[in-house]
Structure formats: C-alpha cells, structure tokens
C-alpha cells in the first residue's frame, strides 16, 4: 500500500461513474469477492448524492490503481462537529509499494483541511494487520470511542448469555446517583 519510490507517472484525480468496474476489480483481487453492486451504490452516493465529493482515484500510466472512498458527517453519534469518513481504501496489488495509497491519504487529508475538516476517521479490522500498519504510519491513532455492535439472532432466539448485571438499564442510573448497593458504606468509612 505504501513505498519509499512513488513513480513520476501518479496522478490522484476525483473518481468518476465510469471508476466502479475498475475497483471492483481490484477489490475482488484483495477480498477474493465480486461486490459490484457494493461498489456501484458506493461511487453512485459519492458522486451524485453528495454535496461534496472528498473519494478520489489514482492513476499510474493513466490506469486506475487505486483508491480512496469517503462522506462527509456533521453532527454524527451527537457529535456536532463535521468529521469526514473513510471507508474504503483500494490498492492494486501489483501497485504495492509504490506510494500509491500514500499519495491518496496525502492528497485526501489535504482536501479536508482546505473544507475545514479537522478529523478523518474509519474503521478497521483488529486483525488486518498491514493495513492497520499503514495507517499507523499515517498518522491514524485510536479513536477515543467504543464501537459496540449487537448480533440480531432470530425472533423468539434466547440469548445464549445473559449480561452482567453492572451494564443493566436497573444498574445505570444507581451508578450515576451513587447509590449503587454497597456504596455508601465504603463512602463513610472514608469520610471518618
């Protein structure tokens, strides 16, 4: 995804409808899947249905190697200010270590900064170790949010585990006010 030579022959351009055959080959060469239709609804909201188009391609040779898919949010999960999203980077593997996904995240990043936008954010697979190491090498940290997702089992499923009692809807506001049981015992035994 990232090299020390970058080829004189790169140019980062904005993506076009024509684009979605392209990355969805090299997309099937990463993940070894056809996601067309994916791809296709994807370039289709980031060209016609944003009002600021931020997803760009890179060209080596005038042939399309790569690139970056991304939106724009303002006021996401009670967050008021605008933060850009990135969630798709593309790389051809034969383009690896070529600067070329570099290339994208500088020429993104600045792209961003000249909007105003502070923050880029996205999210990656714990176990996608190249790519978290090329986003290291980017800059990208931690972010100081928890992602949380619930498995939707079938209607009428039971739940194979039953959740701790500390993250009940009973148990929040008690932690809250202070009154959790056991609490104000050890309160006053530190006041003596």
């Known amino acids: 995804?990232?090299?020390?030579g970058e080829s004189e022959s790169l140019t980062v351009r904005t993506?076009?409808?024509?684009?979605?055959?392209?990355?969805?080959?090299?997309?099937?060469?990463?993940?070894?899947?056809?996601?067309?239709?994916?791809?296709?609804?994807?370039?289709?909201r980031a060209l016609a249905e944003?009002?600021?188009?931020?997803?760009?391609?890179?060209?080596?040779?005038?042939?399309?190697?790569?690139?970056?898919?991304?939106?724009?949010?303002?006021?996401?999960?009670?967050q008021p200010e605008p933060i850009a999203i990135l969630d798709t980077i593309l790389v051809d593997p034969d383009c690896a270590g070529r600067?070329?996904?570099?290339?994208l995240l500088e020429n993104l990043t600045r792209n961003l900064r000249a909007f105003g936008i502070d923050r880029l954010r996205t999210e990656v697979a714990w176990d996608e170790h190249e790519l978290n190491r090329f986003l290291g090498r980017a800059g990208f940290v931690p972010a100081p949010r928890l992602v949380l997702e619930l498995r939707l089992e079938e209607e009428g499923a039971?739940?194979?585990?039953?959740?701790?009692?500390r993250h009940t809807a009973e148990a929040v506001p008690r932690a809250k006010l202070g009154k959790e049981p056991g609490r104000e015992a050890a309160r006053g035994e530190e006041a003596r």
């Open 158 to 165: 039971v739940r194979a585990s039953v959740p701790d009692a």
């Open 99 to 103: 600067g070329v996904g570099r290339a």
């Open 15 to 44: 993506l076009a409808p024509g684009d979605a055959a392209r990355l969805v080959r090299i997309d099937q060469r990463l993940t070894g899947r056809n996601r067309s239709a994916w791809y296709e609804g994807k370039l289709k």
């Open 50 to 78: 944003s009002d600021v188009r931020i997803s760009l391609g890179a060209e080596l040779d005038g042939f399309l190697v790569g690139a970056v898919l991304g939106s724009l949010h303002y006021g996401e999960y009670g």
């Open 1 to 4: 995804m990232d090299g020390e």
